[in-house]
């Protein structure tokens, strides 16, 4: 497949899961044409054209969430940038910026024309303005240096409220830089940046790949900016579809009625899944409805969900979250808060329904991030993003990481679930035997596109033959390990992620093994009751780290985990550096480890607690607080 007949569209999936793409194919299918052309002395514009519609699939892909394009990894990725980098180097960079694709964006054209070289700044284009808190967001892509930068305000210099350097990273390489600035413009009219002292320009759309020239006095209106933009989530006003425009201005209208506002007017609006609850928003509804009655509190919940007569039978406001009820509820709200990223607009198409989009949304996350889903959550708009761990919250708000967020979005608060979790544990008897809880995560990737077709049953023989299945297998029915276990007075619990539950009759579970659901509802009295943690790559070691709990890490698929068998990157934790215990490549070293545990009568070692202690500082049970507190001051004006 040459770059002339890759025919524009994207590659199939296999194509990504072969080393050869990366390499061979590169050389064969795109370099050797150009450097045949480039011998001749020309390189037909159309054949750089026809290389560019193709090779942007390879950063195009990369981009996405789970990308099969994941396995290649940090050491194989400096030769792949520097093949990247000959191809291109037959490309006319005036080409790259001028070329246009309906599936390239903006950011793949900046990477394209990254390996170029020169410095270069784009303009600064108008993202967002919020008009509660005065704050308007102008971003710009940096090549080369980062700029001297100054921003002015009616001829005043200001700083910004908030600010982030985002390296975009493509193949664990930083091709440029992304400026984004949230600057408190209040009443402000006339607005002008200056780059390295000299005037730069300031857009309110894209208008083309390189900056105009600007002169000393020109200036951009402030007025415009605020107009173009909805209040609240609605993003920047467009054109709407008049018909269904038409339908949701009466669904406004009816939300406003008295009646209405009267059930539901500034609600809270909580939810984890749809299908069930015991998650980060159960606990923080829970928390507001006790210590601020005064707020209207409603939780959305299907009715068939288990979860729904425990929560009814404690009192809480619940409400479907399909109808006619749920859509009057999100349009009269304040706040949507849940524990996972999707729900920003509340259900309802912005397109249509923007001028009535006036709540903020807050990602409380479902636990504590440890892996690089930047290419997932970057995309994502959040007013307030939740973090639990230090490192964490310095990964995806500080400069140089992936993630677009700023200290604007993400705030250090704790899980709200970790208050829970934290009075468990201080009220917790002491036990008459200890316990091994064993969580293993779940394995996507080329499972589930091997299974997708397949029935049942094919689909139960297809798992009980992955290495994830035997290798789990083998561990659970290890009679030295059960030996040890009994001799020091400890038992073992399995708890077998969600996505595992349809294949447990693989594992052929003995009777001396404690079968632990994560649909009983129980998830936290089993955290609690675990004195030491087995899994592979889960982020739930840090609610047992909060406990100051030691794990064990079985990775012995960690170079197919990480290099597209699950389509996973790893962020910035270093399990060997990082991890709150050892590391195990084997089932003979994993026992070898927990068997020494056991002998030192399941101490913690000392380095192990200061990671704890060091990535997990939140123990004192007031991140319900905090999140609350961090809520309220949303609609608010920044004060600097």
């Excluded at 990366?22 to 514009?45: C, H, I, M």
């Excluded at 093949?83 to 990477?111: C, K, W, Y």
């Excluded at 939810?271 to 159960?282: I, T």
Aim: net charge negative; hydrophobic share 40%.
């Amino acid at each position: 497949m040459s770059a002339t007949d890759f025919d524009r569209q994207e590659p199939p999936l296999a194509y990504w899961r072969e080393d050869a793409s990366y390499d061979t194919r590169l050389r064969e299918n795109f370099l050797a044409p150009l450097q045949a052309a480039a011998s001749s002395g020309f390189v037909p514009q159309s054949l750089q054209l026809d290389v560019l519609r193709c090779l942007h699939w390879y950063f195009t892909v990369d981009g996405r969430e789970r990308a099969p394009t994941a396995r290649v990894s940090v050491e194989a990725a400096p030769a792949f940038h520097a093949l990247i980098g000959e191809i291109l180097s037959h490309i006319n960079p005036q080409l790259i910026a001028s070329f246009e694709d309906t599936a390239v964006s903006t950011e793949i054209r900046h990477v394209l024309y990254s390996w170029h070289g020169p410095a270069m700044y784009s303009a600064a284009t108008v993202e967002a303005y919020d008009h509660s808190q005065k704050l308007i967001k102008l971003c710009y892509f940096i090549h080369g240096e980062i700029p001297l930068e100054e921003w002015l305000i009616d001829g005043q210099a200001v700083n910004p409220a908030y600010a982030k350097y985002r390296g975009c990273r493509y193949y664990h390489r930083s091709c440029m830089q992304q400026r984004t600035v949230w600057l408190p413009v209040a009443q402000g009219s006339k607005l002008q940046l200056r780059l390295n002292g000299q005037p730069h320009a300031i857009e309110l759309d894209e208008s083309g790949f390189f900056a105009r020239s600007v002169s000393e006095d020109e200036t951009f209106d402030l007025a415009g900016a605020r107009a173009a933009f909805w209040p609240g989530r609605g993003g920047r006003r467009r054109s709407r579809p008049l018909l269904k425009s038409l339908k949701a201005g009466l669904l406004a209208l009816y939300a406003a009625l008295p009646w209405v506002r009267a059930r539901y007017r500034r609600a809270w609006v909580f939810l984890d899944r749809h299908e069930n609850a015991d998650d980060n928003a159960e606990h923080l509804y829970r928390w507001v409805t006790a210590k601020q009655p005064q707020i209207n509190a409603w939780f959305l919940l299907k009715p068939d969900s288990p979860d729904w007569a425990r929560l009814e039978q404690e009192g809480f406001q619940l409400l479907a979250p399909n109808g006619l009820q749920r859509k009057l509820l999100v349009l009269n709200s304040e706040n949507i808060i849940s524990s996972h990223a999707e729900y920003g607009a509340g259900g309802f198409d912005p397109r249509v329904y923007a001028p009535y989009m006036r709540w903020r949304y807050t990602f409380l996350q479902h636990g504590t991030i440890l892996n690089d889903l930047s290419y997932w959550l970057g995309p994502l708009q959040f007013d307030l993003f939740s973090t639990s761990s230090l490192a964490e919250y310095q990964s995806i708000a500080e400069d140089g990481g992936n993630y677009p967020y700023s200290k604007r979005e993400v705030s250090f608060t704790g899980l709200p679930r970790h208050d829970c979790l934290l009075r468990k544990a201080r009220e917790r008897k002491p036990p008459s035997s200890k316990t091994l809880l064993v969580m293993p995560t779940w394995r996507g990737g080329t499972f589930e596109e091997q299974a997708k077709d397949l029935s049942a049953d094919e689909r139960q023989q297809l798992f009980a033959q992955t290495d994830y299945a035997r290798a789990w297998k083998s561990l659970l029915h290890n009679p030295a390990l059960h030996a040890a276990l009994q001799q020091h007075g400890w038992q073992l619990s399995f708890m077998p992620h969600m996505n595992t539950l349809p294949f447990l009759d693989v594992f052929e579970l003995s009777p001396e093994i404690r079968l632990v659901s994560v649909l009983d509802g129980h998830i936290q009295e089993a955290l609690v009751s675990a004195d030491a943690f087995l899994t592979d790559y889960t982020s739930v070691t840090f609610d047992i780290a909060l406990l100051r709990r030691p794990s064990f890490y079985y990775q012995f698929d960690r170079t197919l985990f990480y290099g597209g068998g699950h389509n996973w990157r790893p962020g910035y934790f270093d399990y060997e550096r990082d991890g709150f215990g050892p590391v195990a490549f084997s089932e003979n070293e994993l026992l070898q480890q927990l068997l020494a545990f056991l002998e030192n009568g399941g101490e913690v070692p000392a380095l192990y607690r200061e990671r704890m202690e060091r990535a997990m500082p939140l123990d004192d049970e007031l991140a319900c607080q905090r999140c609350f507190d961090r809520i309220s001051s949303l609609n608010q004006p920044w004060q600097g």
